[in-house]
């Protein structure tokens, strides 16, 4: 089975920390997702990937940055937190065009 | 950018019923794939069913199934014979074969009723 894991379920952060929320895949797929998810509102795309050291916007990626160094692992990162960025975090992969994403657990972010 | 709407955003059914879904969605291409996925309160989610737009036969998975309306853009999920496992939020996607991208609509929170 397809396995994403992100390594934190829930986390507390202060406003104007860093945040990094880490997410690994272990079935070499070249696609990688990040989404914010928030009611009402669905699953916004944050950043993608789809190689390492590619990626590419999504359709909210003001405040946030992505690091993808090897295929597996792909980071999100918040660079100075803001109350305005608790959310709950997804995480997901695929393999090229037609193929199914499949998610991490999530990972529920409150800054205060 | 392609956009998928579910105009439900809470339904309910008893259990052993049936309920429908709704989807629609808004695309130039010919070619692609569509998804409902389903998130159960513990927050995993996961594939119902999936659908290539090229194929004119509906997908089905056991219980579940979809009415594909690629004219009018419409793409609804059918879940017969209800359980109370089915209760979760349910998410129709789109998928671009042109475009690296997966687009989710809003949401549908089922209910089942005992």
């Known amino acids: 089975d397809v396995k994403v894991t992100q390594s934190s379920r829930y986390l507390v952060k202060r406003t104007g920390e860093k945040v990094f929320l880490e997410c690994v895949q272990d079935m070499d797929h070249e696609n990688m997702f990040w989404y914010r998810q928030d009611p009402g509102l669905g699953l916004r795309l944050i950043y993608f990937s789809y190689d390492v050291k590619m990626k590419e916007k999504g359709d909210i990626p003001e405040g946030y940055s992505v690091s993808r160094e090897k295929k597996e692992r792909f980071s999100l990162i918040l660079e100075s937190a803001s109350t305005n960025q608790t959310s709950m975090y997804l995480c997901?992969?695929?393999?090229?065009?037609?193929?199914?994403?499949?998610f991490g657990e999530g990972s529920w972010l409150t800054v205060v | 950018a392609q956009t998928v709407t579910q105009s439900q955003p809470e339904m309910s059914v008893q259990e052993a019923e049936t309920v429908t879904l709704s989807c629609t969605y808004d695309?130039?291409?010919?070619?692609?794939?569509l998804f409902w996925y389903k998130q159960p309160p513990s927050r995993q989610m996961i594939l119902v069913i999936r659908q290539e737009a090229y194929k004119q036969q509906n997908a089905t998975e056991n219980r579940f199934s979809v009415n594909f309306q690629k004219a009018a853009k419409s793409f609804s999920l059918k879940i017969s014979d209800s359980q109370l496992g089915d209760a979760a939020m349910y998410f129709c996607a789109y998928r671009s074969t042109v475009y690296n991208q997966f687009y989710f609509g809003t949401g549908t929170s089922l209910t089942v009723i005992p």
């Open positions: 997901a992969s695929s393999y090229t065009p037609g193929n199914t994403i499949y």
């Open positions: 695309t130039s291409e010919s070619d692609y794939y």
